[in-house]
């Protein structure tokens, strides 16, 4: 199993910026993406950002040029750092880890960090 602790959410005015953390344990071979995406109320859990192990960066266009995701591989943590941020940001975000297996994957989920952003 992998576990995943995300920290870093909090309450900020429009324009500010928080940045988001992600530590990987466990069973942490064969993992390849990780990244985050995000849940508001009513809506579907939708991506954010991924980076591959490898370094491969993929955003969705809502948040391309204001948030950029990074990894430290060496210990196992994926980062989000959120800047200009606006109340369409305001969601749960969770981290996803993805391990890599023959004919398969499997996806793995942290427990979800609040940011609500305020205008």
């Known amino acids: 199993q992998v576990q995943l602790v995300e920290s870093g959410g909090g309450l900020v005015q429009a324009g500010g910026s928080l940045r988001l953390s992600c530590a990987a344990s466990?069973?942490?071979?064969?993992?390849?993406?990780m990244g985050w995406y995000r849940q508001a109320p009513g809506k579907q859990r939708e991506l954010v950002a991924t980076?591959?192990?490898?370094?491969?960066?993929n955003y969705a266009d809502s948040v391309k040029g204001r948030f950029t995701i990074s990894r430290d591989n060496a210990k196992n943590t994926v980062y989000l750092q959120m800047n200009s941020l606006k109340p369409e940001d305001t969601a749960v975000y969770y981290c996803?880890?993805?391990?890599?297996?023959?004919?398969?994957?499997?996806?793995?989920w942290g427990q979800g960090t609040q940011v609500t952003v305020s205008s």
């Open positions: 466990g069973i942490i071979f064969r993992i390849s993406t």
């Open positions: 980076i591959s192990s490898g370094g491969t960066l």
């Open positions: 996803n880890a993805r391990r890599d297996f023959p004919i398969s994957t499997r996806d793995y």
